[in-house]
């Protein structure tokens, strides 16, 4: 069983540890093992920036965590937009995914945001079709050689 909470300050090291291993153990189909695009798009995932932006005003921040360990990450970064989205690899397809984006979408809501966007990685895709997201047009550039598709959702309380 797992549950999310507001991300804590504390949870900042470990947070960045679960984004990191996420990008590199199941984001295969997106950087192919490219070492240029993974040190890019690991470049900025740190624990001091995961620090500023669990505590930024700008930001919403969720973890989850499963028997004390935290094994998920969620940013909604405002006006609208999901910037983080990740599990570890020994929770994938275990629901954590849903429960995040499920919770993200639930304070999206709260303040009072009707629409949310996101830009997915190929191996996210299927995941936010599922749940409701459409593309909204065609794939941009994304970190090295990988490309990000836009997506969003209208979302109600």
């Known amino acids: 069983m797992h549950t999310t909470r507001y991300a804590a300050i504390s949870d900042a090291s470990a947070a960045c540890e679960v984004v990191r291993r996420s990008i590199i153990e199941l984001c295969h189909d997106d950087h192919c093992g490219d070492k240029a695009t993974l040190v890019e798009w690991l470049a900025n995932k740190t624990p001091t920036n995961f620090e500023r932006w669990i505590t930024s005003e700008q930001n919403i921040a969720l973890v989850a965590e499963r028997d004390k360990v935290l094994v998920g990450f969620g ?20 629901g954590v995914s849903k ?19 996101i830009e997915s990685s190929i191996t996210a895709l299927r995941f936010y079709e599922r749940s409701g997201y459409s593309l909204t047009g065609p794939a941009v550039k994304g970190f090295g050689i990988t490309r990000a598709h836009p997506m969003s959702r209208r979302i109600e309380a």
Do not use: N
């Not at 940013?75 to 275990?94: E, G, H, M, N, Q």
């Not at 639930?106 to 629409?115: D, K, N, S, V, Y």
């Open 99 to 117: 429960t995040l984006l499920a919770g993200l979408e639930r304070e999206a809501i709260a303040a009072g945001i009707r629409e949310i966007k």
């Open 75 to 94: 940013l909604l970064s405002f006006p609208d937009t999901i910037a983080l989205l990740y599990v570890s690899p020994d929770v994938r397809f275990s």
